[in-house]
T-cell receptor, first 110, second 112 residues
Framework: GIQVEQSPPDLILQEGANSTLRCNFSDSVNNLQWFHQNPWGQLINLFYIPSGTKQNGRLSATTVATERYSLLYISSSQTTDSGVYFCAVKAGGGADGLTFGKGTHLIIQP | EAQVTQNPRYLITVTGKKLTVTCSQNMNHEYMSWYRQDPGLGLRQIYYSMNVEVTDKGDVPEGYKVSRKEKRNFPLILESPSPNQTSLYFC???????????FGPGTRLTVT
């Protein structure tokens, strides 16, 4: 099946810093989503981005489908940005569910 | 408000006592699925459904059953829960197979 690798696995930053999270995938995809899992365990949808670039406030994402990677940018980090960020993909043609990466654990210190 | 709901949100039960976790979506989505999340193993799909009366196994279906009698509901049934089914469970739905998947708030299950 499709493989998803996220980097870095852990990231500790000071409030106000910018960060870039990366997601590499091993095959062509027709769905790519970025999630933030908050301390209560809820998965918050950030972006649905199988290709192209999107922005939502301080967050933006870019997927280069031909090169099989996606980037999530967080600018001016706040402590509420802490948590685990997951990239999840679905390969073309199948009915299988999303394949999740192992996540990036982000800690924003005040 | 468009949403996926799950109940209960938290459940502690004993080995062998049948339980059902309900999932409902109000977006008229055709595709629904169940995932479990475990430390070190990430999120894995249990079962999915492409429409009413159409269900299929995901990556980790053993010990679970599902049904899809109505488009909006997709309950997860554990007929004889065991401690290795202690996990965080998520229901999800999407309008089409490759569409944006909307996740429910999660159900934290502990089986003792």
């Amino acid at each position: 099946g499709i493989q998803v690798e996220q980097s870095p696995p852990d990231l500790i930053l000071q409030e106000g810093a910018n960060s870039t999270l990366r997601c590499n995938f091993s095959d062509s995809v027709n769905n790519l989503q970025w999630f933030h899992q908050n301390p209560w365990g809820q998965l918050i949808n950030l972006f649905y981005i199988p290709s192209g670039t999107k922005q939502n406030g301080r967050l933006s994402a870019t997927t280069v489908a031909t090169e099989r990677y996606s980037l999530l940018y967080i600018s001016s980090s706040q402590t509420t940005d802490s948590g685990v960020y997951f990239c999840a993909v679905k390969a073309g043609g199948g009915a299988d569910g999303l394949t999740f990466g192992k996540g990036t654990h982000l800690i924003i210190q005040p | 408000e468009a949403q996926v709901t799950q109940n209960p949100r938290y459940l502690i039960t004993v080995t062998g006592k049948k339980l059902t976790v309900t999932c409902s979506q109000n977006m008229n989505h055709e595709y629904m699925s169940w995932y479990r999340q475990d430390p070190g193993l990430g999120l894995r799909q249990i079962y999915y459904s492409m429409n009413v009366e159409v269900t299929d196994k995901g990556d980790v279906p053993e010990g679970y059953k599902v049904s899809r009698k109505e488009k909006r509901n997709f309950p997860l049934i554990l007929e004889s829960p065991s401690p290795n089914q202690t996990s965080l469970y998520f229901c999800a739905s999407s309008p089409v197979l490759a569409g944006l998947e909307y996740f429910g708030p999660g159900t934290r299950l502990t089986v003792t």
